[in-house]
């Protein structure tokens, strides 16, 4: 199966500390989503990239989150300085969008624990 | 900007029942449709998508969904439901023209009982 897959698929931390999530998409999908989505919630758009390129985040990516897709691969999801609030589940997804609307593929998601 | 509603979280059902769930949206702007399905342990899969083109889409496993734009509307329907359905089913809309970035409802848990 080559579908999404992301890593860690738990992750439980102490407030203050950093984390980084990865994401592998499916091979040579172009656009690559996070979202995040918390108990009882849908998913919330966070960032996308196109290729390598970051081109939206949400009001939802505060200062201390960042992304990077370096080389349209792989992404990474760094928080920094977790707070009890950033616990949720954090989803990655991808697609092949060639002039029309690709159908987004989810991978399992990280659930993340701030204690 | 888009959002959608789906006001029921939760759908219980007896099994070989009709079953409908619920979706309107609201946007300035033209938008896909879309239903995603989440299984108990499972990520999100697509269930069907409306684009352009006829109103009423179906998927392989039975479900049908048909596009409304004077009621913003786009319910989820199924005449005889399986305790395989039973899991948590997300309307979800994205602008026309734009990155694609999906905006998704609540929810709605369709528990399928004996």
């Known amino acids: 199966d080559t579908g999404v897959s992301q890593d860690p698929r738990h992750k439980i931390t102490k407030r203050g500390q950093n984390v980084t999530f990865r994401c592998d998409p499916i091979?040579?999908?172009?656009?690559l989503y996070w979202y995040r989505q918390t108990l009882g919630q849908g998913p919330e758009f966070l960032t996308y990239?196109?290729?390598?390129?970051?081109?939206?985040k949400s009001r939802l990516l505060s200062d201390r989150f960042s992304a990077e897709r370096p080389k349209g691969s792989f992404s990474t999801l760094e928080i920094q300085r977790t707070e009890q609030g950033d616990s949720a589940m954090y989803l990655c997804?991808?697609?092949?969008?060639?002039?029309?609307?690709?159908?987004?593929?989810f991978g399992p998601g990280t659930r993340l624990t701030v204690t | 900007a888009q959002s959608v509603t789906q006001l029921d979280s939760q759908v219980p059902v007896f099994e070989e029942a009709p079953v409908e769930l619920r979706c309107n949206y609201s946007s300035s702007v033209s938008v896909y449709l879309f239903w995603y399905v989440q299984y108990p342990n499972q990520g999100l899969q697509l269930l069907l998508k409306?684009?352009?083109?006829?109103?009423l889409v179906e998927s392989i496993n039975g479900f049908e969904a048909e596009f409304n734009k004077s009621q913003t509307s786009f319910h989820l329907r199924k005449p005889s439901v399986h305790i395989s359905d039973t899991a948590e089913y997300f309307c979800?809309?994205?602008?026309?023209?734009?990155?694609?970035?999906?905006?998704f409802g609540t929810g709605t848990q369709l528990k399928v009982e004996l």
């Open positions: 997804a991808s697609s092949l969008v060639q002039g029309g609307v690709g159908e987004q593929y």
């Open positions: 409306y684009l352009s083109g006829s109103t």
């Open positions: 091979s040579e999908h172009n656009r």
């Open positions: 979800a809309v994205s602008r026309t023209g734009g990155g694609n970035k999906l905006t």
């Open positions: 990239f196109q290729n390598e390129a970051q081109l939206e």
